[in-house]
């Protein structure tokens, strides 16, 4: 047996593993990306949860546009001012108070109010029944109700409530994951303190959206007439509240002859007394 | 024209994936949604070029002449997996976009068994440079194009009405096995 029959393999591989293993690390060196110190601690007061509500892919990517300046402290909407306050502690600002936002569905097109034209017997998913003639309700801009936002709120916020989604805005972290789920983009987002809202989308002309949801907003204009700031404004028969404007006096709302526009909390109309 | 003919058989008669059955692992594993796989497929068709290249020179050049050809598999696997770590290293540095589409799928790659098939099927069937790193393209985008469009079934599925006891991976394993059968069709054309 020849000694080099060892000794060949031996040297081959183990110089590859020598120079491969070499290499590696002065390139590891070489191509060290320096990384900022405080993106781990900006990291470790974001809450975690990838939601992607700030507009970048992840927590860690918000960490690295906050540290290089590109995002401000208060750019997550899930962790509010609390976690803008101790970001802003790392990053040596004082962060400015942001206005809480909270989704907002815009439909009541509950079953007792909203017509259908046909009985869907299919998955319950907004996505697939969207694509059977834009769903069972009457009104083409309605919420179907099967939920697709009640599946991807991961903080249990959103609730199916008679054939509609409803927000609970103590939960709600205006993440705006549901606002990207709701194939009928139904959902936006509004400022918490601003109660005025209308709870209907629809286009439709008078006549229809009233024969097809006795809630809907038919574009009469009372609102957009009383309203003493000129907050309201009816575009292609939809009324719509511009929330800087909105003083919340509620005239409006007492005009609004199918209470398409109302005080809500979330989606719950607050009655007069605990509105005043 | 002999060099289109290795390029559509990869692709195709001999995918690595639906016909050969390598790189089963990340073809179950990510491929759960159109967008990761196709991130997947794009990083496998980067590394499996490379390294079909690399595999091939160390073949050459190191193995032949020290007659000690049997020690490809170690060999391969060591070069494919300084590679893959020198690539992300370098694409880190060189192109943070790059890195942010393909940073998560570039480790997983090393393990790829369909990366070390390409390189022992280019030693077994005697290819050159040229036709290698071909070879290699070839079983690159054949497995990027079976792991999109297994990915694009399972998103459709998901939403389906599937029986208790078939949810999940059963139906997925049924899926690529029906994929399979169809890529079978592919055999007699060439």
């Keep these: 047996m020849d000694i080099t029959s060892i000794l060949y393999p031996v040297l081959s591989i183990g110089g590859m593993g020598v120079i491969f293993g070499a290499g590696l690390g002065l390139a590891s060196i070489k191509l060290k990306v320096e990384q900022d110190p405080k993106v781990p601690l900006v990291r470790e007061c974001l809450p975690g949860a990838n939601c992607g509500g700030c507009g970048f892919a992840g927590c860690d990517a918000l960490a690295e546009a906050i540290a290089s300046g590109k995002a401000p402290v208060n750019a997550c909407p899930v962790g509010g001012s609390a976690c803008a306050a101790k970001v802003g502690a790392v990053m040596g600002i004082k962060a400015e108070e942001g206005e809480k936002m909270v989704a907002f569905v815009k439909c009541n097109g509950n079953c007792d109010a909203a017509k259908t034209k046909f009985e869907y017997y299919g998955e319950a998913d907004c996505d697939l029944e969207n694509g059977v003639s834009g769903g069972r309700k009457a009104c083409s801009y309605g919420c179907l109700g099967d939920g697709n936002c009640v599946r991807v709120c991961k903080f249990n916020a959103l609730n199916i409530v008679n054939g509609v989604a409803v927000v609970n805005p103590d939960k709600c972290v205006a993440c705006g994951a549901c606002i990207k789920a709701c194939p009928k983009k139904l959902i936006e987002l509004v400022p918490e303190s601003k109660k005025v809202r209308v709870a209907c989308s629809s286009h439709d002309a008078p006549k229809q959206s009233k024969d097809n949801c006795s809630n809907a907003c038919m574009g009469c204009k009372m609102c957009e007439r009383n309203c003493p700031s000129e907050a309201v404004k009816v575009d292609n028969f939809l009324a719509k509240v511009d929330y800087e404007k909105c003083t919340q006096c509620g005239i409006c709302t007492e005009k609004c002859p199918t209470k398409a526009i109302t005080k809500r909390d979330g989606n719950v109309v607050l009655n007069e007394e605990s509105a005043s | ?190």
């Design chain 2, 1 to 190: 024209m002999n060099l289109f003919l290795i390029l559509l058989s990869a692709i195709f008669v001999h995918n690595f994936v639906l016909s050969q059955f390598l790189g089963i692992c990340p073809f179950l594993g990510v491929s759960k949604k159109v967008e990761t796989a196709s991130g997947m497929g794009i990083a496998v068709v980067f590394v499996i070029t490379l390294a079909s290249a690399a595999t091939w020179l160390v073949h050459k050049f190191i193995l032949v002449p020290l007659h000690i050809e049997y020690l490809y598999n170690i060999a391969f696997i060591l070069i494919i997996a300084s590679l893959v770590q020198l690539v992300e290293m370098f694409i880190k540095k060189s192109s943070p976009s790059l890195y942010q589409a393909l940073g998560v799928y570039l480790p997983l790659i090393t393990t790829n068994c369909a990366v070390l098939g390409v390189a022992v099927n280019n030693m077994n069937d005697g290819y050159g440079f040229i036709a290698s790193v071909v070879n290699g393209i070839g079983a690159a985008i054949g497995f990027a194009i079976a792991i999109i469009l297994f990915a694009g079934i399972r998103e459709r599925v998901a939403k389906c009405n599937i029986p208790k006891s078939l949810e999940g991976f059963p139906i997925a394993l049924i899926t690529a096995g029906l994929m399979a059968i169809a890529f079978l069709g592919f055999s007699g054309m060439l």
